[in-house]
């Protein structure tokens, strides 16, 4: 066990050292939906116009992890405020739901360039995101995946709720959900 907790705390210090975490800023809109055309099917991929409004109207609900190196952005976890308790695919088409008292955080996509994948980082944003919404005042995270990651975010923290009501993309969902504790 200790020896598990120096693992993380050594893989933290090495992403603290390579990326800034932070809010996005609005200039950032464009790039972030670069990365999830890259990150996403077509049929999947939030589209610019929305990524460019989501960053307008919550920019406090993304964060990003910029490459120290590069000044680029590497990836990104984006949602959106709600007292609603699932999800819907509506979220992924109107910021307008955001409520910035919401309870609840709709995560809308997790996007980490194939450059930096398998490092830690997508895990890293996720950790930093729910330590963030906790001093928020938030409750629930909720976010869809299909079957193939259902286990990836299980080792996060997030539990099964099974088929999600969404058909985003033509495909079959899972929602997954994780209660924030106090």
Known sequence: MEKEIRKQEAEQTMLDERFEFRSIRPEEGEEAAEIERI?????EACSEKMMLERAAKAPELFLVAVDRQTGRIAGFLNGLSTN?????D???TDAGLYDPEGRN???LGLDVLPDYRL???GRELVRRYVRRERGNGRKRLLLTCLPPKV???KKMGFCD???ANSSWGGSQWHEMSY????
């Open 119 to 121: 490092q830690g980082l």
């Open 161 to 163: 709720q099974g088929i």
């Open 105 to 107: 955080v709709m995560l």
């Open 39 to 43: 990150c996403f099917p077509p049929n």
């Open 90 to 92: 509506e979220f992924f």
């Open 84 to 88: 609603e308790e699932s999800f819907r």
């Open 151 to 153: 286990e990836m975010y």
């Open 179 to 182: 209660t924030i504790p106090d």
